[in-house]
């Protein structure tokens, strides 16, 4: 438990530190940024800070203890920000869209660690129960 607890918070921190990096210049409407989604890819001006922040109260919502039902939709909407982020380089041809499959591993591993220590966690609530009834049989 404590070796998947570290590495939950090493990828988790990493990964959320790389999610609150790409969301800072789209929060402050930064000129490459904009050039960026608006001029290169396409979208709309009004999208980008909207993006931001979504970025951020999802990175908040994964590093934040408890909550899991908002983390699971955190980490649901992070996969669809990289998802969509690799798809559009890709459908605009540039070929850096390869380095968003770093991103994709973090989030895989952050997520698959969450579930891991989510599912201990159960298991450890649930071990004096169960030894508390074995231990009444036995008596």
């Known amino acids: 438990?404590?070796?998947?607890?570290?590495?939950?918070?090493?990828?988790?921190?990493?990964?959320?530190?790389?999610?609150?990096?790409?969301?800072?210049?789209?929060?402050?409407?930064?000129?490459?940024?904009?050039?960026?989604?608006?001029?290169?890819?396409?979208?709309?001006?009004?999208?980008?800070?909207?993006?931001?922040?979504?970025?951020?109260?999802?990175?908040?919502?994964?590093?934040?203890?408890?909550?899991?039902?908002?983390?699971e939709w955190a980490y649901a909407g992070l996969a669809i920000d990289l998802v969509g982020a690799t798809y559009s380089l890709m459908s605009v041809g540039m070929k850096e869209w390869v380095y968003n499959l770093i991103f994709l591993a973090f989030f895989a591993v952050s997520y698959w660690l969450y579930v891991k220590r989510k599912r201990l966690q159960e298991e450890a609530k649930l071990a004096p129960r169960r030894n508390q009834y074995v231990s009444g049989a036995m008596a």
């Open 1 to 71: 438990m404590k070796k998947t607890n570290i590495l939950y918070w090493v990828f988790n921190g990493l990964f959320g530190g790389f999610m609150l990096f790409s969301a800072i210049p789209d929060i402050a409407n930064e000129a490459e940024a904009v050039q960026f989604i608006n001029g290169f890819l396409g979208y709309p001006k009004y999208i980008i800070p909207f993006i931001g922040v979504a970025k951020v109260l999802g990175v908040i919502a994964i590093l934040v203890p408890g909550f899991h039902r908002l983390k």
